[in-house]
């Protein structure tokens, strides 16, 4: 009999320690409940994740010093890092434009425009006015600003982007008003009320969406690009990407293609990489071994340069003369716009854990809009002006707001338009 309980407490024991075993494997794995911090996905619902080791700290306490995430001095250091030249097979055609103070202060009009209407959109969104998602462009403005206008409507050049695509729109053409009530849902939306903020669309003006889904969107640059100049037309398509999305496969499709189709002078494609150095929360560093993304370009053939994308002047002393070399090559050309979000991913994101207040304060004092301010002002443009022309961009940003509220929502009936496209079938040749 004694000899029964000796086993079953043996037994017990074997059982009880291989239990601890598989908790503390788990652990190791998954973190625990304890320990695991509640990060808020701004795109989607608070999710557990486990703590990352050797995360930066907004003590700079707890890094790993030789495996740490690099650090926002670092980062600066890239940004001024020599700009890769172009190739000079290029010689014929550049557009050598400089801009005087009266051009510069349309710049600024048109950068204190996106930067007003956005905030009116934010403030939107957390008063539960705007549904769905918003991120917006705050910091960048000076790249969609510099390359949007160089675009050539009349050559029918047009531009293809990802989410963060207010500004495109608005750059290209579209009513604020319209754009305004799109993110309201409205039917009087650019596209009816049916897209949201991510999915803006306006043909006429050349801007080709909007897309959601990070990387989706870049296979129709060069598809676009090689379809029209298969059939003997002259646009150049500017498809903008942020860093995140560079490591996704489409890309590598997609940039291959351009890079071959260009070697016959069929794909006048200008990639826009705009570097702001974080993909939601997580790092360049994070997100890949090899950080100097522009040279990804490379390995597909395709040229490429570095611009100080947070410096309208340095933006727009590229912007032209790309945009017609492209034109004028048919070949694949890209730009790594380097710079920085000074806002957070998007307008549900409050907590940005991923980087410190110092690093934020930091590039907000490269801000483009208070960059080229200053800028005007050092050349004589008076401030009373500069005022005027952020009193009418806020007025024109209410008025959108206005009009955005007092907009009806769509139509029930407009429920199953717009699902396919219509007369747009052409019949197979032969
Ligand atoms: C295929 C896919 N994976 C993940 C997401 C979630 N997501 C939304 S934005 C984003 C980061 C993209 O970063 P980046 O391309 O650098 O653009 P940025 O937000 O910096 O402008 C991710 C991962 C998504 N929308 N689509
Ligand atoms: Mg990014």
């Known amino acids: 009999m004694r000899y029964q309980y000796l086993l079953l407490a043996i037994v017990f024991i074997i059982l009880m320690k291989a239990a601890r075993r598989a908790t503390r494997v788990k652990s190791a794995t998954y973190g625990t409940i304890s320990t695991m911090s509640m990060v808020r996905d701004p795109d989607g619902p608070a999710k557990a994740v486990?703590?990352?080791p050797a995360r930066p700290s907004h003590t700079g306490q707890g890094i790993d010093h030789d495996n740490a995430i690099s650090s926002a001095d670092n980062r600066q250091e890239?940004?001024?890092a020599p700009i890769i030249a172009p190739a000079d097979t290029f010689t014929e055609g550049q557009a050598q434009v400089a801009y005087d103070a009266e051009a510069l202060v349309g710049f600024y009009q048109k950068m204190v425009e996106i930067r007003l209407f956005e905030d009116a959109t934010t403030k939107a969104f957390r008063q539960g006015k705007i549904g769905g998602y918003l991120h917006v462009y705050s910091g960048q403005e000076a790249t969609g600003t510099a390359f949007l206008g160089a675009m050539n409507r009349d050559k029918g050049d047009v531009a293809i982007a990802a989410y963060r695509i207010h500004a495109h729109a608005l750059l290209l053409g579209a009513h604020p008003n319209n754009v305004m009530a799109e993110l309201y849902g409205k039917g009087t939306g650019i596209v009816k009320g049916k897209g949201g903020?991510?999915?803006?669309?306006h043909a006429e003006g050349g801007m080709l969406g909007g897309y959601g889904i990070v990387g989706g969107h870049i296979p129709l640059g060069p598809g676009y690009a090689y379809g029209n100049r298969y059939q003997g037309g002259e646009a150049v398509v500017q498809l903008y990407l942020g860093d995140g999305s560079i490591h996704n496969g489409a890309f590598h499709e997609a940039a291959n293609l351009a890079g071959l189709w260009g070697k016959s002078g069929l794909c006048p494609t200008l990639f826009i990489l705009e570097n702001n150095q974080y993909g939601m929360g997580t790092s360049v560093e994070r997100a890949t071994a090899m950080t100097e993304l522009g040279k990804k370009f490379e390995s597909y053939g395709i040229e490429w340069e570095r611009v100080d994308g947070m410096d309208i002047q340095a933006t727009l002393k590229v912007a032209e003369q790309v945009q017609e070399r492209v034109r004028e090559t048919g070949k694949p050309y890209a730009i790594e716009a380097f710079g920085y979000r000074i806002v957070p991913h998007g307008a549900a994101d409050f907590l940005e854990q991923y980087r410190s207040k110092e690093e934020v304060a930091k590039w907000r004092e490269k801000d483009p809009i208070p960059l080229l301010h200053g800028q005007l002002i050092e050349m004589g443009i008076e401030e009373e002006r500069l005022e005027a022309i952020r009193?009418?961009?806020?007025?024109?940003?209410?008025e959108a707001v206005k009009f955005a509220e007092e907009s009806?929502?769509?139509d029930l009936s407009e429920l199953l338009t717009d699902v396919y496209a219509d007369d747009?079938?052409?019949e197979p040749a032969g």
């Open 408 to 410: 009806p929502d769509p």
């Open 391 to 398: 009193a009418e961009a806020k007025a024109m940003a209410d």
């Open 424 to 426: 747009t079938y052409v």
């Open 78 to 80: 890239a940004a001024m």
């Open 50 to 52: 486990p703590p990352v």
């Open 197 to 201: 903020s991510m999915h803006l669309f």
